[in-house]
């Protein structure tokens, strides 16, 4: 009985927030917070996409599998973060007068129309894609914990988000990204001090080099190629109220990401030494269960409210590009809503079909690789063609497969 009040209670707060965020704001800012978004705000938005329910699952399943060789992500993910704050500086200052919102808004201003067409399909595939992890990610821990069981809470985290993204749009997505951030840094300091007292790490999990090479370069290029492939990232930049917002804005996200992927460093492994024989999907579940009840439902409910912040942002960045660039209606708050409808409704199916966060994550998260090379070797390439993209998405999408 607790438990299902907290949870009711934590879904209350979120419409609460995107209702207040929605009051008194015109089209443009229902779309992109007026292109005013500043630092802090592009800052908290940008972490808290990143770090959902899947931050946490996934992350502690790769961590559990492979150790320290997960480093290898977040090596590549600096080393991309540092090179896309360059570039959306640039970008932010190029097309400031040119009213886009979406990436594939850009591909089409970059290379041309059908290279537009041809990755809007890609994205919303991959967006529908990673919704699902996150109502994966959160439907299998509040199961786990007997808070809900597992259709109700992915309805239920669907119906919300809907509800508030429908009637506040783009600002919605930030505020509630300011409250829930600050609850996820909290919730991986409490777990990572708790997790160290079990924490005994074997050589072959500290040693990177134990990975097989075909997932360390899988790892590495995720990290660097991800913020290019991402589409959230570039409505951001676009949000932004300046280029210097979106550079150093960037910058300093990767400081809100790597606090926590340190923390899942310590729950994965520790997970991996007391829990040698479990489903890696289920070794951040296993770790909060070490605390008791308390501990267990904190955590649970955390998780809820930080994969509501990254379905949220997804959901809206793909009715924009469903509305927009597939449909080429207008992005008026009617368009938008329906559009989220579809984009929950994707995920809601994939989330019942493969409810494995592991599994969907290679899927979908490697499908990033398709778009990533050429929004990253664009920026170095003043003459790439519309063909030579259309040709890399669409053998990038075959190749993954």
Not at 121 to 139: C, E, K, M, R
Not at 271 to 297: E, H, S, V, Y
Not at 380 to 398: C, D, E, H, W
Request: hydrophobic residues 55%.
């Amino acid at each position: 009985m607790l438990a299902t009040s907290l949870f009711i209670i934590v879904a209350l707060v979120m419409l609460a927030v995107g209702y207040f965020a929605g009051k008194r704001q015109d089209e443009e800012g229902y779309n992109l917070y007026n292109r005013k978004l500043p630092m802090i705000g592009y800052l908290v938005s940008y972490a808290a996409t990143f770090i959902g329910a899947g931050f946490f699952i996934t992350g502690t399943a790769y961590a559990y599998r492979y150790g320290l060789g997960l480093a290898w992500f977040f090596l590549g993910m600096i080393f991309g973060i540092i090179i896309f704050g360059y570039f959306a500086k640039s970008l932010k200052e190029k097309t400031k007068d040119l009213g886009l919102h979406t990436l594939p808004d850009f591909f089409g201003w970059r290379f041309g129309i059908k290279a537009a067409k041809v990755l809007t399909f890609i994205t919303l595939l991959l967006l529908a894609g990673d919704i699902s992890i996150q109502l994966i990610g959160g439907g299998k821990l509040l199961q786990s914990l007997g808070v809900l069981d597992y259709s109700v809470s992915v309805g239920i985290t669907v119906v919300v988000v809907a509800a508030y993204l429908i009637f506040s749009g783009f600002r919605a997505v930030i505020w509630t990204d300011y409250v829930l951030m600050s609850a996820i840094i909290i919730l991986t300091g409490i777990l990572a001090v708790f997790s160290g007292k079990y924490f005994q790490p074997t050589p072959e999990q500290l040693n990177l080099f134990t990975v097989p090479i075909g997932t360390t370069i899988g790892f590495f290029l995720f990290g660097l190629f991800g913020p290019f492939s991402i589409s959230t990232y570039y409505q951001r930049v676009f949000a932004a109220e300046s280029g210097e917002t979106a550079r150093k804005g960037t910058w300093l996200s990767s400081l809100a990401i790597l606090l926590p992927g340190a923390g899942l460093f310590i729950i994965g492994m520790t997970a991996k030494n007391l829990f040698p024989n479990i489903d890696p999907d289920i070794a951040f579940l296993r770790i909060i269960q070490l605390g008791g009840q308390t501990i267990a439902l904190v955590g649970a409910l955390v998780l809820w409210a930080a994969l509501m912040s990254t379905v949220d942002t997804l959901t809206f960045a793909g009715s924009q590009i469903f509305c927009k660039d597939l449909l080429g209606k207008p992005l008026s708050k009617k368009n938008v809503g329906a559009g989220i409808v579809i984009l929950l409704g994707l995920g809601l199916i994939i989330s019942f079909a493969l409810p494995s966060v592991t599994a969907v994550a290679l899927m979908f998260l490697g499908g990033g690789m398709a778009v990533a090379p050429s929004a990253f070797f664009q920026w170095f390439m003043k003459t790439l063609k519309q063909y030579s993209v259309i040709a890399s998405l669409i053998t990038g999408i075959v190749a993954l497969f």
